[in-house]
């Protein structure tokens, strides 16, 4: 057992280390590490080194800043295989899977790279006569990252790379449940030459967030969890006078289409319900089958999810590893059982899973229920678990309406060979990000990622350009040199072009 402790100002320290938590093996079901608990003094002591590397950060040249950023980005890309294996040890997903999400992180990493170009500003010449104008972007100072458990490497990775290209210094407070990759993140921007006190962890729960939120030096906070708590950090930085978005939840629907390849539909299907073990913002968890797709759908998926070989993460032969808690097993098992309860039928039931040589791991199989309607709990909930529910639907309109009357608005996918009704989809749904034919269609970096309704609260998108708006504030100029015998007289009426 080892004793995570908090990075700040370039070296690891146990802070106040009054409080710690546990850290699991979800494979095993062993406690592994323990992770301090930072209270407020130990945030204090973040902000105040994030706010003192930010003077001389702030005014770094772009040439400095990118230099550091390609060798952050060579040394991640040098380590995505040991970065796999601690976030598969610690949240249980396999390593095939946590590679993927470093690499998505690393895409981050790279847009960040194109900083010069990206902090570009605008010139007009000759606005007035004699006038010019531009406009060029600052950064806003110290910049908090709070960010959840189901992507410990590449969810930080939406923040931190770009709001440090900006010019700003960071703190991130990531999920206590996976601490880990976040200190090996740390040793990295230390050895790619990160000044230190640019990029700091602090470990904890509510206390180090509230710190966070009332602290008058965190100019602005992003976050990414569950809605309760995007609603309850977007109202208290708010309150508190600083930027924030805030992504929360999800239900992504996606919509089967009679005209879909119903073999290539339910491959994707399975893949976006139970990769990570459901556990992503952007997995597949409602499926809407509309017409005769319904029954011929059903048989595909349920085939292909019993398939799906459950095992743990480091192991390559699994395709997908445990839930990450003791508890999120419970919930998730008691939810399916609510499901049938309440009317569903469980075509395949994941429950009481038990993996040999890992009977203590928090094993939850893939699980199919199908007619699920819009009351049960299956459905308003976002279960966050290897369940894929499934309702059935008329028309493809009627299925566009369910999306729109759920409360989140992620992600969404239709499967169809028809482009009128890809067409009708893409413009008829409220939600963030859609995919025609691709399940889970997670932004390029150089595009931003964001929902919309109760899976964002907040006005802008995370990464891509809406992140470099997110992190830096505008300056407009209107400057004159005037030659003062060819200057015009001064008037006392409002400025107008001449
Ligand atoms: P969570 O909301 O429980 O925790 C997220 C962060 O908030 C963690 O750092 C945690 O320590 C902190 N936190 C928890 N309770 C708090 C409280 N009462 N006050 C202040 N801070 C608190 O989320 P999670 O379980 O770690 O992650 C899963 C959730 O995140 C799911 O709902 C999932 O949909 C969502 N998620 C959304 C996106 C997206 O892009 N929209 C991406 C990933 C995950």
Redesign the pocket.
């Known amino acids: 057992m080892s004793f995570i402790e908090h990075w700040i100002a370039g070296r690891l320290t146990a802070g106040g280390a009054t409080r710690s938590g546990d850290v699991f093996n979800p494979a095993t079901g062993q406690r592994q590490h323990e992770v301090a608990l930072a209270d407020p003094g130990d945030v204090e002591a973040a902000v105040a080194a994030a706010r003192e590397a930010f003077v001389s950060w702030s005014q770094s040249s772009l040439s400095a800043r990118t230099k550091v950023l390609f060798a952050f980005r060579e040394l991640v890309n040098a380590n995505v295989d040991r970065l796999a294996e601690i976030v598969s040890d610690e949240h249980g997903k396999v390593l095939s899977d946590a590679a993927g999400e470093v690499q998505r992180g690393l895409e981050v990493i790279e847009f960040a790279c194109g900083l010069p170009q990206l902090l570009k500003g605008e010139y007009s010449d000759q606005a007035s006569t004699g006038v010019d104008v531009f406009s060029f972007r600052e950064p806003l100072g110290v910049c908090a990252g709070?960010?959840?458990?189901?992507?410990p490497v590449m969810?930080p990775m939406?923040m931190y790379p770009v709001a440090i290209a900006c010019g700003n210094t960071f703190v991130l407070?990531?999920?206590?449940?996976d601490p880990s990759a976040s200190n090996f993140i740390a040793e990295l921007w230390r050895k790619a030459g990160l000044p230190d006190g640019v990029f700091n962890v602090v470990h904890?729960?509510?206390v180090?967030?509230?710190a966070l939120?009332q602290h008058p030096d965190v100019a602005a906070v992003s976050?990414?969890?569950?809605?309760?708590?995007?609603r309850?950090?977007h109202q208290q930085a708010s309150a508190a006078g600083k930027r924030v978005q805030a992504?929360?939840?999800?239900k992504n629907h996606a919509i089967v289409l009679p005209d879909a390849d119903l073999d290539f539909a339910a491959n994707h299907l399975s893949a976006a319900a139970f990769g990570s073990a459901g556990?992503?913002?952007?997995a597949i968890s409602a499926a809407v089958a509309v017409g005769g797709a319904g029954d011929p759908l059903m048989e595909l998926v349920t085939r292909k999810a019993g398939e799906v070989v459950v095992g743990p993460g480091r192991d390559p032969r699994s395709e997908m590893g445990p839930v990450?808690t003791a508890a999120a097993r419970e919930r998730i098992e008691s939810l399916i059982g609510t499901g049938e309860a309440q009317g569903a039928k469980v075509l395949l039931d994941g429950r009481g899973l038990r993996v040999a040589g890992y009977e203590d791991g928090f094993f939850v199989g893939p699980t199919v229920l199908d007619q699920v309607a819009p009351a049960m709990d299956v459905y308003t909930e976002?279960i966050?678990g290897p369940v894929l529910s499934v309702v059935r639907a008329g028309t493809v309109e009627a299925a566009i309406e369910l999306i729109n009357a759920n409360p989140y608005g992620?992600g969404t996918a239709i499967f169809t060979s028809s482009g009128e009704a890809a067409r009708t989809f893409q413009r008829g749904v409220k939600v963030g990000m859609i995919g025609i034919n691709v399940p889970i269609p997670v932004p390029m970096a150089y595009y931003s990622?964001?929902?919309w309704k109760d899976?964002?609260f907040g006005d802008r998108h995370?990464h891509g350009p809406e992140g470099i708006s997110f992190y830096t504030r505008g300056k407009v100029v209107t400057s004159r040199w005037p030659q003062v015998a060819a200057a015009p007289d001064a008037s006392l009426h409002f400025p107008t072009a001449s």
């Open positions: 709070i960010t959840p458990f189901n992507f969810v939406w407070k990531p999920s206590e449940r904890g729960d509510r180090a967030v509230d939120l976050f990414v969890g569950s809605t309760p708590i995007a309850y950090i992504l929360g939840g999800a556990e992503r913002c952007m990450v976002e966050f992620n990622f964001g929902g899976s964002l995370i």
